[in-house]
């Protein structure tokens, strides 16, 4: 069994060409099930079935395993077995039809109003990397942008004149994006020192030496930025995420959010409701008579 596992994970290296990141993992997650087999006397792929397949997932669910990493390891189960299968060594799956458990569904962390302007709205000095950061920061929260999408932002793709962005986000989907006056004034004030680090591309953002940003400077970059203005860690995706929560807190018009995030099924983009509702229900307990009654009298 692990001969054919060292097999299909050299097929996946050499032939798939997955990163070695994404083999790391499969493996890991493959070698938790030969591990299982082994306990169970089970010698050959053949073997494994669905029974003591979703009895190893329950047994790593009680263990604590998330159900996002218990997906993954049904997905590299999946991916073993189509290798398995097309190479005569199996004729079944046992991972079809079993789902992981569901869990908790976690909801985004955001900035609320104040937080936001309190790190956009400080002072800025006219220097190369504080012009550079705040129009990072300006266009997240302005435009809800995701990280590789701002990272593989070039110039032609900036409308200042009309205040929008074209991006090309995942599935290669391209989505046009209003751009608003803040970002607008930040990114004009950018662009003249970037073109003074004679840029080797066409990159929006680039480095003192005029190399495009890449994902990690620009996570290290935001997170400074949260540090030294709020006190607190900050993640592109926060502002992201309190773009949205903050649009439809205004408009409550969820398919516009929907549209511009860019989210293909409408259900991604629903957790913003509850977000939306953790607001109003703050507002009504310290605005609210009653609530304000029932909670001096506990």
């Not at 997955?18 to 493996?27: E, M």
């Not at 004034?185 to 004679?198: D, F, H, I, K």
Request: aromatic letters at 6%; one cysteine or more.
């Amino acid at each position: 069994m692990e001969r054919q596992l060292d097999a299909y994970c050299e097929h996946l290296r050499s032939e798939r060409q997955v990163s070695p990141h994404t083999l790391q993992a499969y493996r890991r997650d493959l070698d938790k099930v030969l591990a299982f087999c082994a306990k169970e006397q089970i010698g050959s792929w053949s073997v494994l079935d669905i029974q003591r397949l979703r009895r190893l997932i329950a047994r790593l669910h009680q263990q604590g395993q998330s159900s996002r990493s218990l997906a993954r390891l049904l997905s590299a189960v999946r991916g073993l077995y189509q290798y398995l299968n097309r190479e005569g060594l199996c004729n079944h799956d046992p991972a079809t039809g079993l789902a992981p458990p569901k869990g908790e569904r976690r909801l985004p962390k955001t900035l609320d109003t104040d937080r936001a302007l309190q790190l956009l709205d400080g002072g800025v000095e006219d220097d190369f990397i504080a012009r550079r950061d705040q129009a990072i920061l300006e266009l997240f929260y302005s435009s809800g942008l995701r990280l590789s999408e701002l990272t593989g932002l070039d110039l032609d793709q900036l409308d200042l004149a009309d205040g929008l962005v074209q991006v090309h986000g995942k599935g290669s989907k391209t989505r046009v994006l209003p751009v608003g006056r803040k970002a607008r004034e930040a990114l004009l004030a950018w662009l003249p020192l970037r073109a003074l680090s004679n840029p080797a591309d066409a990159a929006v953002f680039v480095s003192q030496q005029g190399r495009r940003l890449g994902p990690r400077a620009i996570q290290l970059r935001v997170k400074a930025a949260g540090e030294r203005e709020l006190g607190q860690n900050l993640h592109p995706h926060m502002l992201r995420h309190s773009f949205a929560s903050h649009l439809l807190e205004s408009s409550q018009d969820l398919r516009a959010v929907q549209e511009l995030l860019g989210h293909s099924d409408i259900k991604t983009t629903q957790i913003y409701t509850h977000l939306d509702f953790q607001h109003l229900a703050t507002v009504y307990d310290s605005a609210h008579p009653r609530a304000k009654r029932s909670k001096d009298s506990e």
